[in-house]
């Protein structure tokens, strides 16, 4: 199973950019990464999903470095409505089982 | 396209009830999983189902238990409810086990 680890809180500033890395070491040659945003009293929203160097959507940017050990979310100049928790997913890869991380805390300031 | 949908959104129960909980999946998507969310332990997988069956299984106890009708929909059940039970339970979809997972608002539960 793919075990991630992620920083479990970080503060930033409206209008700044705010990189988030999550660990994976041991992902799987079939395994995607998914990251997700979670608010208070809601289920998780797919934000990007990615397999190897960058993937852009509307919201996030997805980076992953060759050797896919790790990966990072960049969010753009992020407002008050992004503070949430982000958790990333890697899988399917072989007997499924989804393994979150306990996620990082993202508190974005005025 | 509509998304997860979860029923009921909040339900309170008496230690040593039961609960059943209700999830429609995205149109389309034919496998379902479910999560129990607590403070202290964080997102944990439940079971997942795919055409009806159940493929893998979470790290829970019997009392906690699931099905998938033909039509996609899923059920949870959770049998002699303790208090350690309270959390939220999500639901999520994908097309199958290679894709990418949609996840409901979510049913609260509390129990008593």
């Known amino acids: 199973l793919a075990k991630t680890t992620q920083p479990i809180s970080m503060d930033s500033y409206e209008g700044q950019e705010v990189n988030i890395t999550c660990s994976h070491n041991n992902i799987a040659t079939n395994d995607y990464i998914t990251w997700y945003q979670q608010f208070p009293s809601q289920g998780p929203r797919f934000i990007i999903q990615g397999y190897k160097t960058k993937v852009t959507n509307e919201v996030a940017s997805l980076f992953i470095p060759a050797d896919r050990k790790s990966s990072t979310l960049s969010l753009p100049r992020v407002s008050l409505s992004d503070t949430a928790v982000y958790y990333c997913?890697?899988?399917?890869?072989?007997?499924?089982?989804?393994?979150f991380g306990r996620g990082t805390s993202l508190i974005v300031h005025p | 396209k509509a998304g997860v949908t979860q029923t009921p959104r909040y339900l309170i129960k008496t230690r040593g009830q039961q609960v059943t909980l209700s999830c429609s999946p995205i149109?389309?998507?034919?496998?379902v999983s479910w999560y129990q969310q607590t403070p202290g332990q964080g997102l944990q997988f439940l079971f997942e189902y795919f055409s009806e069956t159940q493929r893998n299984k979470g790290n829970f106890p019997g009392r906690f238990s699931g099905r998938q009708f033909s039509n996609s929909r899923s059920e949870m059940n959770v049998s002699t409810l303790e208090l350690g039970d309270s959390a939220l339970y999500l639901c999520a979809s994908s097309k199958g086990r290679e894709n990418t997972i949609y996840f409901g608002e979510g049913s609260w539960l509390t129990v008593v």
């Open positions: 149109s389309g998507h034919r496998s």
């Open positions: 997913l890697v899988g399917p890869g072989g007997s499924y089982i989804p393994t």
